[in-house]
């Protein structure tokens, strides 16, 4: 049995049994502290604030809900989204740590050796990010009071785009003519939205996404512009 018959027949099944499993758990328990205030003191909330508060995140985060599965599946794997969806930080700590596990093991992106890697940088970047966050929980408010304000404010301003700028770098590494390409593509789709659609503004980023896949797929095959 070939490596890719393993992954389908053996590893696959497992693993969406236990993902489906284990976020199904995620979400009852995301409904606990609700379910303890309502059980405990009879605290429930009503239909309609809950209502207004879903509407008021789906409207300025939804489109995440849909863009971030596709936009992170190819590198994160069947397994990583599994591990992501429960643990969270995905584009600053779940995506980053697969990339770096496929490269420090040579693999190939698409392969199942790839797949394994990625699963498992996953993995040691969720137990290392529960270990961590839970000490930053105990110790870190205190010690961050201790910091001068600039670097404190460096801190909040600079940390999020130094982690995306390292992402960049890493994916860009074997194929750095994508990383030009793909951005011009994202300020051509934002410019046709602004000017054409702008009521679907909301929806230019998942379109460049798209395009930018296209785009590099239509290239590759036709073996133009990126390399093999």
């Given at each position: 049995m070939d490596k890719q018959a393993i992954l389908d027949k053996d590893y696959m099944p497992y693993i969406?049994?236990?993902?489906?499993?284990?976020?199904?758990?995620?979400?009852?328990?995301?409904?606990?502290?609700?379910?303890?205030?309502?059980?405990r003191y009879g605290w429930w909330p009503q239909p309609g604030p809950v209502f207004q508060g879903w509407l008021s995140i789906s409207a300025s985060a939804g489109i995440l809900w849909i863009m971030q599965p596709i936009q992170f599946f190819p590198v994160l794997g069947v397994a990583g989204t599994y591990m992501s969806n429960l643990s969270g930080n995905i584009s600053n700590m779940r995506v980053p740590c697969s990339i770096a596990a496929e490269q420090a093991a040579g693999v190939q992106p698409g392969t199942p050796e790839a797949e394994i890697c990625a699963n498992i940088g996953?993995?040691?970047?969720?137990?290392?990010?529960?270990?961590?966050?839970?000490?930053?929980?105990?110790?870190?408010?205190?010690?961050?009071?201790?910091?001068?304000?600039?670097?404190?404010?460096?801190?909040?301003?600079?940390?999020?785009?130094?982690?995306?700028a390292a992402c960049v770098v890493m994916v860009g590494w074997t194929e750095p003519r994508i990383l030009p390409l793909a951005f011009l593509l994202a300020v051509?789709?934002?410019?046709?939205?602004?000017?054409?659609?702008?009521?679907?503004?909301?929806?230019?980023?998942?379109?460049?996404?798209?395009v930018a896949i296209f785009?590099?797929?239509?290239?590759?095959?036709?073996?133009?512009y990126i390399r093999d």
């Open positions: 969406n049994k236990w993902g489906k499993l284990t976020n199904t758990v995620g979400v009852f328990f995301a409904f606990v502290p609700v379910i303890y205030f309502g059980v996953s993995a040691v970047s969720t137990l290392i990010n529960i270990l961590v966050l839970s000490a930053g929980v105990l110790a870190g408010s205190s010690l961050l009071a201790q910091l001068p304000p600039a670097a404190s404010d460096a801190l909040k301003s600079l940390l999020v785009p130094a982690l995306i051509l789709t934002r410019i046709f939205f602004t000017v054409c659609l702008p009521r679907l503004m909301s929806m230019a980023d998942i379109t460049s996404i798209f785009v590099c797929v239509a290239l590759y095959k036709m073996k133009i």
